[in-house]
């Protein structure tokens, strides 16, 4: 079972307390966009085997997203940080890193 730190209340929540909320980072299209941005924002995306960062929902807590970032082929859960976070926090960079030194961010919005 997935367990994830809430940032915002620092519960340590099982996944059945959470609601997924899809990739994080991700320059979003809605209403005024044009038809090809938003085909692109819907279906045009990676789905790496690795390092991914997602948003989730503490539903069964204080109600807020966060972000995680974790490995999606070993389950390994690298860090939590606030959704309002542009970019993920050094530490967790770091952390990534060090268990994968090939990897680097790159920024998709």
């Not at 941005?37 to 989730?56: I, M, Q």
């Not at 990534?96 to 920024?107: H, Q």
Request: aromatic residues 12%; charged residues 25%.
């Amino acid at each position: 079972m997935l367990i994830l730190h809430c940032p915002h209340c620092g519960v340590d929540a099982e996944e059945t307390e959470l609601a997924p909320g899809g990739e994080a980072h991700l320059k979003r299209f809605g209403p005024g966009s044009s038809d090809a941005e938003f085909e692109s924002y819907l279906f045009h995306r990676e789905n790496p085997r690795g390092v991914h960062f997602e948003r989730w929902r503490h539903a069964f807590g204080c109600g807020k997203w966060f972000i995680a970032a974790r490995a999606t082929d070993t389950l390994e859960v690298f860090g939590t940080y606030r959704a309002q976070t542009a970019a993920p926090p050094q530490d967790i960079r770091d952390a990534i890193t060090a268990k994968r030194p090939g990897w680097a961010w790159r920024d998709l919005a």
